[in-house]
């Protein structure tokens, strides 16, 4: 699914589900694996489309919104999407979790260009973080994080990494037979071995049957910056990683 285009604020849904947070997780990794890089993490980027306000021009239920991101539309730019009917239900929770979000008090960036100085001096963040082929492989590239995340949840990251630690950004832990811990970002897991990229962007690879424990770490390696950065820096620094949209 590479486009949602048809989908105009118009009509509230009328029959909606109850959905867990499972469901909205699930939902958002689907939703900016495939929706993002043409809608944005706010579903607002393509003109007169606003995803995230859980109102459609074409739809009445939630059903009916699954049904057009599995089927797309004919004769629009909203192709057909290879999803199961649960999967596209997790992007209806996920969009109507932008819609709940939406209605709370809204998270504005502040002056990127100071916001990459202080991203580049006095934030450290490139000796975890990538840009453009600059800095550490460590964390995720940030290259196009405007592209993926909501302002508000980069403003989370920032001040409450522990809140929300994506799948794919979870460390792996590694302590061998001999009492040797080692972290990092899980590059390979097979039946007999594990590859890290270490914290200091080494490749290491363990035998499992060398190993005395080995699993995702449950919380992020990042700081918070709550207390390291005054909020209009905060400010700045999220106006910075929101303007992060690809080379």
Same mark, same amino acid.
């Given at each position: ?54 109102? =459609? ?25 290879? =999803? ?7 992007? #209806? ?37 990538? #840009? ?39 460390? =792996? ?32 690879? =363990? ?29 700045? #620094? ?10």
């Amino acid at each position: 699914m590479k486009f949602l285009i048809p989908l105009l604020v118009t009509i509230p849904l009328l029959a909606q589900h109850g959905y867990t947070p499972a469901d909205i997780e699930t939902g958002g990794r689907v939703y900016r694996s495939n929706c993002s890089s043409c809608h944005g993490p706010n579903g607002d980027l393509q003109p007169g489309v606003d995803l995230g306000h859980g109102k =459609f021009r074409r739809a009445n239920s939630d059903e009916e919104v699954a049904a057009i991101i599995m089927k797309g539309i004919p004769g629009t730019g909203m192709p057909p999407g290879n =999803f199961s009917e649960s999967q596209a239900l997790t992007v #209806v929770a996920y969009l109507r979790s932008l819609a709940s979000a939406s209605n709370v008090a809204t998270v504005v960036g502040g002056d990127a260009v100071h916001g990459k100085d202080i991203f580049m001096g006095k934030g450290g963040c490139l000796s975890c973080h990538r #840009v453009r082929g600059d800095g550490s492989r460590v964390g995720p590239d940030l290259t196009d994080i405007g592209m993926l995340r909501r302002t508000a949840d980069l403003q989370r990251s920032l001040v409450d990494p522990d809140a929300e630690v994506l799948a794919q950004n979870r460390y =792996f832990r590694v302590v061998t037979k001999a009492g040797v811990t080692v972290t990092g970002r899980l590059l390979n897991e097979d039946t007999f071995s594990v590859q890290l990229l270490d914290s200091t962007e080494h490749l290491r690879s =363990f035998k499992k049957a060398d190993l005395k424990e080995y699993s995702f770490l449950e919380k992020s390696t990042m700081p918070s910056y709550k207390d390291r950065l005054t909020a209009q820096e905060l400010s700045d #620094v999220v106006g910075y990683l929101t303007s992060l949209k690809g080379l």
